[in-house]
């Protein structure tokens, strides 16, 4: 069941043709109407879940204006990145290749986690030259989706490993999402004045792979993507776990138009929080997410039900290769309940 949901968690992203919903706006209502016996699906069975990782083809994603989401697999960039994966599915094997860079696999090294060893406290700035060339991007990403807000959010500086191989160091600093926005979610737009070059292709090694964090020019805000399941406690075993997927709104950054478990941005950790591991403040905003899109917090306070019911187990940190490298971490996410 493990690499089921960590391969889940990684491929959360389903392209679907028809994303015409409507979600009511309150916290309280948002669950109701996902826990409801409602037209519109959005829990999946175990087995609709194989079925779409093993129909799947990730080399033919939906266009975007600022992303080709597709190029990581198709145009021989990140070869010593990418995550290729033998899946055994319904009997079958079946040979996938994930734009994505597996930096650390919990379920295989649940003791591994990343010590924060140091915090710059002037934010991030992009180089100016950078800064100039990417404001025709950022101009044209606000005109199409006018209610973007330029909130803060955390970035890696840099990433080692330490002597203990359980053990990892980084540096961290807050940026903006406009950062974000004028490099890893407009990384495929020709840049003013530069012809063809892109920041991808600028960020890319002369191997065609990442850069480490710390020669990247990318602003590497980290994000978080779960898959909420839960155990339903009728039917068969192939549709007892119910997942949790649904329509990504147009606003978002990427993958709109797409079937999408739950994501955000990590946010800068508070002032005098004493939390010196990454993954338990990664932890902590993944819960804020999860309340954020599902309010499922409130569902729960309603029924008063203990918040040791949603448990929350990291998966892996990566790098997704579509967005030149970003970190990401994943989570699965179960609760308790009959859906």
């Not at 392209?15 to 015409?20: A, D, L, T």
């Not at 600093?173 to 004028?182: L, N, P």
């Not at 890893?184 to 480490?212: A, C, F, H, Y």
Request: hydrophobic share 35%; with cysteine; net charge positive.
């Amino acid at each position: 069941m493990e690499i089921i949901l960590l391969i889940i968690a990684i491929i959360s992203i389903i392209p679907i043709f028809n994303s015409g919903y409507k979600l009511y706006l309150s916290r309280k209502n948002k669950i109701t109407l996902y826990l409801s016996a409602s037209k519109i699906k959005f829990f999946y069975p175990n087995s609709a879940i194989k079925a779409l990782l093993r129909d799947h083809d990730y080399k033919n994603l939906p266009d975007s204006t600022f992303i080709d989401y597709s190029i990581a697999l198709k145009k021989g960039y990140y070869q010593n990145d990418i995550l290729n994966l033998n899946l055994f599915i319904n009997g079958n094997i079946v040979n996938t290749s994930f734009p994505y860079k597996e930096i650390i696999n919990y379920i295989q090294n649940p003791n591994s986690h990343i010590s924060i060893e140091g915090f710059i406290e002037t934010p991030f700035q992009l180089d100016e030259r950078i800064n100039r060339k990417t404001q025709q991007c950022l101009d044209e990403y606000i005109l199409q989706k006018p209610k973007t807000t330029n909130g803060k959010a955390l970035r890696i500086v840099s990433f080692d490993p330490t002597i203990d191989k359980n053990i990892y160091s980084c540096t961290l600093q807050t940026a903006t999402y406009y950062d974000q926005i004028r490099t890893n979610l407009t990384l495929d737009v020709p840049l003013s004045d530069e012809g063809e070059s892109t920041i991808r292709i600028m960020d890319l090694s002369q191997q065609k792979t990442l850069k480490s964090f710390q020669d990247s020019i990318m602003a590497n805000t980290i994000g978080v993507s779960t898959v909420w399941y839960m155990n339903n406690k009728k039917g068969d075993k192939k549709n007892k776990l119910q997942f949790f997927l649904k329509p990504r709104q147009i606003q978002v950054g990427v993958f709109t138009n797409m079937l999408g478990s739950i994501s955000g941005v990590v946010e800068p950790i508070p002032a005098h929080s004493g939390i010196k591991i990454l993954e338990n403040h990664v932890k902590n905003e993944i819960l804020r997410e999860f309340f954020e899109e599902t309010g499922f917090d409130k569902y729960m306070s309603e029924r008063n039900i203990d918040h040791s019911a949603i448990q929350v187990i990291p998966l892996a940190f990566s790098r997704e290769l579509t967005r030149g490298g970003k970190p990401q971490f994943f989570f699965p996410k179960k609760t308790a309940g009959k859906v």
